[in-house]
């Protein structure tokens, strides 16, 4: 589902300064997977996700995301590849001026998705996040982990494969971070793959997933059913 | 196809209104530009069309001797000259302006400035034979055969040279008009650019999800030419209501105190508007697609 090769990604700061956010980095995700991606910050996390909805290129190396190879992915294709996944933000990103329902149906709607359709699949996706009953009310009514439930359910609604989190819990508190992983388990296991970025040890040690652990830019350690350091 | 079209339209009043004292800016920068292209073309129109009249009517003076310039034309050479033009294969026809006729023309075409009339003696202005040509190029063959010292004659006078140096000073009018225009027109192209890019910063998170979630190019850039093209369109109406509102009476009230040409009227304005709404909305759309360009790339 997601594959990287030998990638390579250097951000130039000033003329003859670069900062090297990975390299030589080689990982592959399969379909329904859960992962994992810790790391101190500057560990590389943000450029991985970032590569992976091609908002940025690499300098070397091989990306496939959902059977695209990201290196000749024509950039009229890109909104296609982007369809197959969903983005959940550290900060919700969503709008204000927007209902709950506004907001998740935005998602659709902008990718030309019928009246009918949308109609029928916000309800589900909001019945999903237990959130039905407050599809009326704006983002500034809700706490933070529904907020994050809202933005969860932007991510989902158009059924996508893969589910890219990046650091969804960091502004949340430890209890409201947990009905937020339930959430993710749940879409887990709907079938579709789940990468998420995060620095929080409690969660990764609590749910016994994938780990996949970058420090200045290099896979350090790639373990299936990991908790977030070594003494953990 | 419809709840697209809806979002799009939508998006784009709303980015009109939220910046409305910009849009404003842009419909009077837009109205002020192509009020001088429509003026400039108008014109051009009205120089057209006084041409096409005066290149019918007039073409060569020969204008007789009177005893100023040279000794008096006898009526025996005044008659030889006449049979000598009719005989010529180039020239279609010849009439015969008399002193009276000139000073007659004269008052008529200066009604208005009495002190010029005062000023100009019913003797003063020579007859002439008026010719009109086959071909009003063939000018050369009547000044060679009948200038000075042809018997009579005080000069052969191509009216068209005189019509020539009225269309060059219009000419020099018009291009300054359609300079102005054109300045004024990449000034408002570049009020739009701004206008634009300072409505997509105004959304940028919009838009950015909008990215995310896999929105096509154009559906993210749509809004935002459609909000500067309505903004060109509403400049270029009223550009073109404000020249529909005076040109015809300007040329009416002219028409009034100079006879001597035909005027362009509501049909030559109606006729511009098409020009004005094509140029208006494109200067917009090229602006606005300029200005985005980099702004929302994937």
């Known amino acids: 589902m997601i594959k990287l090769q030998n990638v390579t990604k250097t951000y130039k700061r000033g003329a003859d300064d670069e900062v090297v956010a990975l390299d030589d980095v080689t990982v592959e995700v399969t379909k329904g997977e859960f992962v994992f991606v810790v790391g101190p910050s500057g560990s590389g996390k943000s450029t991985f996700m970032k590569l992976l909805t091609r908002e940025q290129l690499p300098d070397g190396g091989e990306i496939w995301v959902a059977g695209k190879n990201l290196a000749t992915l024509r950039s009229w294709k890109v909104p296609v590849l982007r369809r197959e996944i969903g983005y959940v933000f550290q900060d919700f990103k969503l709008l204000e001026n927007k209902t709950v329902y506004e907001n998740v149906a935005f998602a659709l709607e902008v990718i030309g998705r019928p009246r009918r359709e949308i109609e029928k699949r916000v309800p589900e996706v909001l019945d999903l996040v237990g959130l039905s009953e407050k599809s009326r009310a704006h983002p500034h009514e809700l706490s933070g982990g529904q907020q994050q439930r809202v933005s969860v359910a932007r991510a989902f609604v158009n059924n996508p494969r893969i589910l890219l989190c990046d650091e969804p819990t960091g502004n949340l508190d430890p209890s409201t971070s947990v009905g937020v992983m339930k959430l993710l388990d749940r879409i ?45 | ?216 190019n154009w559906y993210i850039r749509l809004p935002f030419v459609l909000e500067g093209v309505f903004a060109g369109l509403i400049g270029a109406l009223v550009s073109w209501g404000l020249l529909w509102g005076t040109v015809p009476r300007v040329a009416t009230s002219l028409a009034q105190d100079i006879e001597l040409m035909p005027f362009i009227g509501e049909a030559q304005v109606i006729a511009v508007g098409p020009w004005l709404l094509l140029a208006g909305t494109g200067i917009a759309a090229v602006a606005s697609i300029l200005a985005l360009r980099r702004f929302l790339d994937i």
């Open chain 1, 188 to 232: 887990n296991r709907t079938g579709a793959t789940v990468v998420m970025a995060t620095h929080d040890q409690h969660i990764v040690d609590s749910m016994r997933r994938r780990v996949i652990e970058l420090e200045d830019g290099h896979v350090v350690r790639d373990q299936s059913r990991g908790v977030y350091g070594y003494g953990g």
């Open chain 2, 1 to 216: 196809m419809t709840a697209r079209w809806t979002y799009v339209i939508r998006e784009a009043f709303v980015g009109l209104r939220r910046n409305l004292m910009m849009t404003v800016a842009v419909i009077l920068s837009v109205t002020v530009s192509l009020t001088l292209l429509g003026a400039s073309l108008l014109l051009s129109e009205q120089v057209d069309l006084a041409t096409d009249d005066w290149t019918g009517r007039v073409e060569v003076s020969i204008y007789l001797c009177d005893d100023r310039v040279c000794p008096a034309i006898t009526p025996e050479q005044q008659e030889q000259l006449r049979e000598d033009l009719e005989s010529q294969e180039v020239v279609s026809e010849v009439f015969y302006e008399s002193k009276q006729d000139a000073y007659d023309r004269f008052t008529a075409m200066f009604a208005d400035q009495e002190s010029l009339i005062d000023a100009i003696d019913a003797d003063i202005l020579p007859a002439s034979f008026r010719v009109r040509l086959e071909n009003p190029n063939l000018f050369n063959v009547i000044a060679d055969q009948f200038s000075p010292p042809y018997p009579g004659v005080e000069e052969v006078v191509d009216q068209r040279e005189v019509l020539n140096q009225f269309l060059r000073f219009t000419n020099v009018v018009r291009t300054a008009a359609l300079v102005v225009a054109a300045i004024q027109l990449v000034a408002a192209g570049v009020l739009i650019a701004n206008t634009i890019r300072v409505a997509a910063f105004a959304r940028r998170e919009q838009t950015g999800i909008m990215r995310l979630v896999g929105a096509s």
